[in-house]
């Protein structure tokens, strides 16, 4: 009986969350095959034009191409212009509510009369260009580990440690100040932390956007590309990582950042230590059951799609399309002495990564032996930040980063 009214109450608590913001926009179905001219976007295109092809065949057909070939697709040239710039730290908000509006302005008010300080950002051009040029400028606040750790890494001390360093993506629509916390708790363990902006999120989004939802939305095309940008800045954090000295590099992510962070990893066997904050198996089953994209789900359905469907037209961004991937590329070896550690975090009541999906991530971790943790938040996905499960979420996240780190800093001892 009690169990009940919880999961009425929690159930309850979760609608009233995500539904609270206004401001989100049904924008009808776009098959975007501009944003992926370089991939046979044109091609496909050509074909919807002459009558050859329906736009969701074509769609398909491209997403076929990329499960084919997801190295190609996701292939990369390592940025030349790195830099950290030092700048006022500024919120973006997704949502329109007044208090949320009163603190950005608080915020603007105290960098106008000198009550902030600047703080470092990470900036470059992402490898993947969109018609959008802020979108084009990664951004990523850094918090550089504390200055005995520092010269640790650099060997004036005898007792040289590994330098490691986390890149943490926080859920879509965070604004600008999301996940910092989980950053500073980073330093506090000696490791230093990268918080990067997603595509089209915080410095990122285009003028016109009130939320960031060019990310994930009704024009397929530039959804899947937004996703293939996301894996790549990842990557190219990770490439300017290394030039820093940083041997042991781990990634964060939540929700859909959690995605991106997935497909990244199993891109990438440098990336040794991984935690997911929500996590899912396809791409398309979350964006027709979430209640988080209930206006997108509304813009496929209008134009007669099936959850089918969208699976497959986003199957090219799909976690589970990269398990194999993921598995391999976190298998002990010569460089790697152990297997790469994971953290899936999910919750019981989550109405935006629905529990099955994420019981599926940990089925097939399981069946390729990956070396996994799964911890279980009994709430919802957006009650996450509520008090008090999100102090128990930094719990679990912190707890077992600075546990995952320690253990790759023995292994380098032996």
Known sequence: MLGKLYAKWMYAWETALTTRDENRVERPLE???EHLSDFGGDVAAGKVARGEMTGLAAMLELNQRIVANPHAFLDYKTPTDFRIEQRFPELYPTNVRPETLEQEREWKRQAEVGELRKVPFLRFTSPVRTPYAENDAVNARWYEEPQGIR????????????????????QWNADAFSHNVLCEMFNRFGIAALRLSKPYHDVRRPAELERSDYAVSA????????????????RSCVDWLEEQGYEQIGVLGTSLGSAYAFIAAAMDPRIRVC????????????????????????AFEHAGLTQDEVREIFSGVSPMTYMEDFGK????????????RVLVVHATYDLTFIRKYSLQVLENFRARGVDFVSKVLPCGHYTTGEWPYK?????????????????????EKK
């Open 275 to 298: 935690a997911f904050n929500h996590a899912s198996t396809q791409f398309g089953d979350v964006v027709w059951t979430g209640q988080s994209t209930r206006h997108v789900k509304s």
């Open 391 to 411: 102090y128990l979420d930094g719990w679990f996240l912190g707890s077992f980063v600075w546990g995952a780190f320690k253990r790759l800093r023995e292994a």
């Open 31 to 33: 098959w975007g095959f």
């Open 151 to 170: 010269e640790q890494g650099l060997g004036i001390r005898k007792d040289k440690k590994p330098r490691q360093a986390m890149i943490v993506m926080p």
């Open 329 to 340: 590329t976190g298998e002990a070896q010569p460089a790697y002495r152990l297997k790469r």
């Open 219 to 234: 024009n397929v095309g530039r959804t899947i590309a937004a996703c293939r940008q996301a894996v790549t800045d990842i």
